[in-house]
T-cell receptor, first 113, second 110 residues
Framework: DAKTTQPTSMDCAEGRAANLPCNHSTISGNEYVYWYRQIHSQGPQYIIHGLKNNETNEMASLIITEDRKSSTLILPHATLRDTAVYYCIVRGYEWDSNYQLIWGAGTKLIIKP | DAGITQSPRHKVTETGTPVTLRCHQTENHRYMYWYRQDPGHGLRLIHYSYGVKDTDKGEVSDGYSVSRSKTEDFLLTLESATSSQTSVYFC?????????FGPGTRLTVT
């Protein structure tokens, strides 16, 4: 699986959009970009994933560049509860197949009042 | 969220004692995983299972064994606990495309 590069930490004001970047320059054609977050001491939580098109769900939006070498997770209206470590992971996808996720250190996002 | 529970949630044990952590799921997912997480690090895979009685090693499997006798249960055993196994342990299952995680077990080996 391809590796990813994320900033160590970021701050964002409450109510503003939080934009978390991720570089994955060695991503291959069949690999998806996944985002998870981990709020202090809890298990990681799935946020969103995408292949090449931009994706949006109730939690966030995912913008993937045309060359797929980088992506941005957008939390449109950050709240204090969004303070967490955010992980960007790339991996292949086949139905009912095993996926060994490779977890980096992620980005520590701090939402400030 | 997938129905994943872990027990115990906290445990303190002495070096050299055996320890078993339990993961229980209610989603009938085929794949299950055990990870450990240490301060300042991402999750590292210990073992995983792709069906009843079918398991395989992950990145950091030394000192750990697993068993899966039922779809819903995945056990992680430390045969003889060491201080280096002090960590937070997370269980996960594989859904349609994403992994769902349990609340974690904080294990301290003294």
């Amino acid at each position: 699986d391809a590796k990813t590069t994320q900033p160590t930490s970021m701050d964002c004001a409450e109510g503003r959009a939080a934009n978390l970047p991720c570089n994955h320059s060695t991503i291959s054609g069949n690999e998806y970009v996944y985002w998870y977050r981990q709020i202090h001491s809890q298990g990681p939580q799935y946020i969103i994933h995408g292949l090449k098109n931009n994706e949006t769900n109730e939690m966030a939006s995912l913008i993937i560049t045309e060359d797929r070498k980088s992506s941005t997770l957008i939390l449109p209206h950050a709240t204090l509860r969004d303070t967490a470590v955010y992980y960007c992971i790339v991996r292949g996808y086949e139905w009912d197949s095993n996926y060994q996720l490779i977890w980096g250190a992620g980005t520590k996002l701090i939402i400030k009042p | 969220d997938a129905g994943i529970t872990q027990s115990p949630r906290h445990k303190v044990t002495e070096t050299g004692t055996p320890v078993t952590l339990r993961c229980h799921q209610t989603e009938n997912h085929r794949y299950m995983y055990w990870y450990r997480q240490d301060p300042g690090h991402g999750l590292r895979l210990i073992h995983y299972s792709y069906g009843v009685k079918d398991t395989d090693k992950g990145e950091v499997s030394d000192g750990y064994s697993v068993s899966r006798s039922k779809t819903e249960d995945f056990l992680l055993t430390l045969e003889s606990a060491t201080s280096s196994q002090t960590s937070v342990y997370f269980c996960a299952t594989q859904g349609a495309g994403e992994q769902y995680f349990g609340p974690g077990t904080r294990l301290t080996v003294t």
